[in-house]
């Protein structure tokens, strides 16, 4: 009798044992809300908490596609077959004026990345708006990393011309961070309410701040900019928008007294 009661003992404390064990879930989305797109297939999850904010196919593996964390890393798998399954159930089928179709997702304004990343959240119980907040928390900190290394690289070139370091301004940086915002409607040296932005660099289409400040090292009025001999003080702004466009600027200023009273205040 001692020797059952051990036995089922050793039963009962391996089961406890491995329930408390973190491991990936292989779900059957049968199981999950009869609302999910995923009823009929299977999802496994990496990660119960952690909102999915973009879908790709692994490098190594072919066969399944990740669902992928603001600072990437897979919180989910879906094989490739079950992943085309479900857009080919789901999509909006739209004429193209040259012939052919188009496969849209099915809610307006969103990409199909966007739409499998809110599915996945939905699914595991996260709810509405959990991908645009860790993407917005996110780029909030990617921006302020991209800021301070326009304004070391910067700096780096004019240490390689002779030239003293350019002094971060704390106006400067604000009116910066404006106008790279503006740049997202308005790409012109003038500001969407008609004034003249002043003496900036501006740069899109760069992923990096390495990037931007290659291109205007390649250009001879921003090369000018960057390596000017009288201005000293700086400010840098970057602007992600929803898409993942980068908007790059850079403002230069003799006087940031004169500046803040001109600019910003007045």
């Not at 064990?21 to 999910?36: G, H, W």
């Not at 966007?114 to 993407?135: C, H, I, M, P, T």
């Not at 704390?170 to 915002?181: H, I, L, N, P």
């Amino acid at each position: 009798m001692l020797r059952v009661s051990k036995r089922i003992l050793a039963v009962v404390l391996s089961i406890v044992f491995c329930a408390a064990i973190s491991i990936p879930v292989y779900a059957d989305a049968q199981a999950a809300s009869s609302s999910t797109v995923f009823t009929g297939y299977k999802v496994t999850v990496l990660d119960k908490t952690t909102p999915a904010v973009n879908v790709r196919g692994r490098v190594n593996d072919r066969n399944v596609m990740c669902f992928i964390s603001a600072d990437d890393k897979e919180v989910g798998v879906i094989s490739y077959n079950d992943f085309w399954a479900i857009i080919r159930k789901h999509e909006k089928v739209i004429n193209l004026p040259g012939g052919g179709t188009y496969g849209a997702p099915p809610v307006d304004g969103k990409r199909w990345e966007e739409w499998f990343s809110d599915e996945f959240n939905k699914y595991r119980g996260l709810g509405s708006g959990s991908r645009e907040k860790a993407v917005a928390e996110n780029n909030a900190e990617t921006v302020e990393n991209y800021r301070q290394e326009l304004i070391r690289l910067v700096n780096a070139e004019r240490e390689k011309a002779g030239l003293h370091p350019y002094i971060v301004n704390d106006e400067c940086m604000e009116y910066s961070q404006t106008r790279a915002k503006e740049l997202m409607s308005l790409f012109s040296h003038t500001r969407p309410d008609g004034t003249h932005a002043g003496y900036e660099i501006i740069a899109t289409g760069q992923a990096s701040p390495e990037g931007a400040v290659d291109a205007w090292m390649k250009s001879p009025g921003h090369r000018a900019a960057i390596l000017h001999e009288t201005r000293k003080f700086v400010g840098a702004g970057v602007h992600i928008n929803s898409n993942g466009g980068h908007f790059w600027q850079m403002y230069f200023e003799r006087d940031p007294e004169v500046y803040a009273n001109t600019l910003i205040f007045g």
